[in-house]
């Protein structure tokens, strides 16, 4: 009983006063090193063959000195280098070189763990020792540092064979206790510690490394895709995690999805081969790291594309070509030039899109390729302009459950208003014809009705499962086989030209209008799916640009039909909001002080409301500017008269035409007020 209480009273102690040392430990090493090996055999005992660069493997490893070493793949208090197959062994050196050139690891005590040993040829065994380990030695010597570099030659040292794995542990601790490595320490000399200058484009090495790993990839885009889905593909490196994200980004650009969409579905690709084969994707889950080098990715691929003689769309087996023509990429560490560790290791950005503090993320090279110049629309185009204005009409009311009648009739009248305007501009657009205008939105509403039904008797390639309000023209054009002729099965050409059709709906004289409009045919769903990436995986995504007046003019009437009918959308109850809390009437103005003072509260009440959205400080301050510049420039009294005057604001995607969707939904657009990056705002809140 006696021994027990001291056992307990030792363990209490312990537990009361004596606490582990906790220390980062940074793997560091060439791919196919056996970074992830080592990792998991002081972790587990066991032999794993992966390690992530979207993501990161952590893992918390014990020592029975007190230590609690907490292994990353990047960052950290200790470095273990593991160099790997002689074949490589100058691009290994040169690793190494640059890391210890590295500000943030003159101070960190090194050791260097010669790996793989068993590989080697026993006739050839001692001469390449002595060379490897020579040549690390007089590349330690060759830097001052502050922090002890150890050669670790345990002779037939191998991470998959070693009995005892955790002699390299005790070595570290060896050297976190004082007791200095073989390889002696100069002098630490300030002058000669100038931070390595950034790199703005690939080297020499990123070139040879993009080559090698094109070379050696020899799978097809449909095999690596299989592979990735049913969670066969290896190994789980950099490159394999490059090219999944890729094909996840034109998969997300098919659908009319954003770089942060892509995000979403990539993290849950991730997670769903996680929990199928755990030892093999480690991956833990971090957003901001993936959404980087998904925007690397895009940016990367739209240089691509602007580099070619002509225009064309972004295609999975471009893969290869894009990282050859940026190699920039194949560096995992290319992270570095844009964030800190602070920043980036933070949970914040773990589990939120962080932007970066050291470097703003790139930005897609301006093309050399000629462009059309553009002018007043021609009459040749004119069925475009009637099948877009029609396919504005359906998105919007097909997203809405406000009646549809009152919508369709506010939409034609502003494509009256609009067609007499652009007449005067330029005579040779056709009139304004009622008839016309009614019969492309009834087979737009038809087509798109036909896309979204669950009922299509369609699957797979043959289906269209996209975005419909994100469908551009073009791709909806392709989908549905339109060519603008189709009027023709329906109208003869003398009631289609005449002028009672001009003034109101005429219905058909041939052949009724169809309800229903199937898929063209499973080729048509490919192009359309080409047409989307064209358009979403270029300089200007559609969202960047401002809708016609006829187009917003139709988003108004949506907007206060909802309202009208009681079924305001969040967007609409934000901006009545607004406008009730900042209105001022003509009275009120008078008095100026007065006026100022109540504006000011008025501001200060409207920051706090909630935004449709991404609600954040630069999301609110944003719709308020937007709100108080319209009513500047309206002179109307009452809410409806307000969205008339000023339709852009019915806009959802309005932010998206000052902002880029990284900055508008970053963790820092919430917290402070960020300036947009894509045009400037007019200012009217002094």
Known sequence: MRVAVCLDVVSATKWMFWRTDERRVLLMGLDCV????????????????????IGFNVETVKHPAGFAFTMWDVGGTTLIFLPGDVERFEEQVDMLRRSMNEDELRDVPVLVLLNMQDRLKPEEKDAVMLKTKTEYENLATSYRRRAPVKIFDYPDFSATAIENPSIVLDEVVNMLKGKQGDVPSKPHDEKSSAATPSKTSADISDVERAKTMAEADGMSASEFWTAFEDGSLAPWDHYNHLKSGFFVLIEAFEKGNSVLDAAEIFIRHLERLREGNPQRFRNTTHRTMTIFWLVQLQVAAVNYINSLPSARALQREDFKNVLLHSPQLTDGRLWREHYSKEVLFTPEAKERWCLPDLRPLPAVASTKRQRPELGPPATTAD???????????????????????????????????????????????????????YFWVQIVHAAIATATSADTGSSGSQSWNGSVESLTLPAFKTLFGLTGDEWRE?????LWDSLPARMQFQPPDKKPLPNVIVLHDKSSVSAARVAMVESYAAEKEPRAEMPGAKDLAVMAAVLLQELEDGLASDHGSMLQSLFDLLYASDEMKQDANLHRKRRSLAIAKALDL????????????????????????????????FVRRNPY??????????????????????????????????????
């Open 383 to 437: 069925v475009d302009r009637l099948i877009g204005f029609a396919l504005t009409v359906v998105k919007c009311t097909i997203s809405s459950k406000a009646r549809r009648g009152p919508i369709v009739k506010a939409a034609l009248a502003a494509l009256q208003s609009s067609t007499m305007r652009e007449r005067i501009v330029s005579p040779a657009i056709p009139p304004y014809s009622e008839t016309q205008a």
């Open 34 to 53: 056996g970074k992830t090996t080592i990792l998991y055999r002081w972790l587990l005992g066991e032999i794993v063959t992966t390690i992530p660069t």
């Open 649 to 686: 604001l019915a806009y959802e995607e309005l932010p998206l035409v000052y902002y880029s969707p990284i900055l508008w939904a970053s963790h820092e657009a919430e917290e402070v007020f960020i300036a947009p990056d894509r045009r400037p705002l007019h200012s009217r809140l002094a």
């Open 490 to 494: 329906h109208y003869t050409a003398k």
């Open 610 to 641: 909630s935004c449709a959205g991404a609600d954040g400080l630069t999301q609110r301050m944003f719709w308020v500017q937007q709100v108080l510049l319209g009513l500047e420039l309206c002179q109307g009294t009452d809410f409806g008269s």
